[in-house]
């Protein structure tokens, strides 16, 4: 199972908004959802931001927001500040007790 | 509070075994699910495999048969990784992780600290 093709890279200003895919095929992404977005600071290990494709767990703000359309995930960071910048990785379940990951992109904050 | 605590770095040669602990606290060990994750440096998270901490349901991908094995002791709460014939680009770091509850196995809320692991002759 390939990575899930993401951007490799997203910039945005302070308080605007920025928008990340994630493309898959109908046997992973458009297939279920179990769509789900990690945040990762430098040297750190991934932090849940959201599951079952627009769900937050507790304690992610409302500024993270996900969505999904066919076979692409979408993750909507808005008001971007300068702690968003990290790298983020969606995820799907793929069937049969198998999960992919997508490639990661990047996010700076200009 | 829930912990994962991963065992310490690694240094091993090409063909060699790695074998990586994940020791979990604060919640019931039986009742989830862990998954194991690695990031090569530089590179992407990819996922390896998922096992139930109550049970011997084990999955993983495919890419990785024959060469991992994942097993467990309720005892210590501890869940274990070992993965075979190391190549140089088996070089990663390589994280546990338990599923958030009440969601399915599908998404991984508590993490260990990670456990790097170094392939080279």
């Known amino acids: 199972q390939s990575a899930l093709p993401q951007p490799r890279s997203v910039s945005g200003s302070p308080g605007r908004s920025v928008t990340i895919s994630c493309t898959g095929t109908s046997s992973d992404v458009g297939g279920y959802n179990y769509v789900s977005w990690y945040q990762q600071l430098p040297g750190k290990a991934p932090k849940l931001l959201i599951y079952d494709v627009n769900k937050r767990p507790s304690g992610v703000p409302d500024r993270f927001s996900g969505s999904k359309s066919g076979n692409t995930a979408s993750l909507t960071i808005s008001g971007l500040q300068a702690e968003d910048e990290a790298d983020y990785y969606c995820s799907s379940y793929a069937g049969t007790y198998t999960w992919v990951f997508g490639g990661g992109t990047k996010l700076t904050v200009l | 509070q829930v912990q994962l605590v991963q065992s310490g770095a690694e240094v091993k040669k090409p063909g060699a075994s790695v074998k990586v602990s994940c020791r979990s606290s604060?919640?019931?060990?039986?009742?989830?699910?862990i998954h194991w994750v690695r990031q090569a440096p530089g590179q992407g998270l990819e996922w390896m495999g998922i096992m139930n901490g109550g049970g011997s349901n084990a999955n993983q991908a495919q890419k990785f048969q024959g060469r991992l094995t994942m097993t467990r002791d309720t005892s210590t709460s501890t869940v274990y990784m070992e993965l075979s014939s190391l190549r140089s680009d088996d070089t990663a770091v390589y994280y546990c992780a338990r599923v958030l509850a009440a969601t399915g196995n599908h998404y991984l809320e508590y993490w260990g600290q990670g456990t790097p692991v170094t392939v080279s002759s």
């Open positions: 604060g919640y019931t060990f039986t009742n989830f699910y």
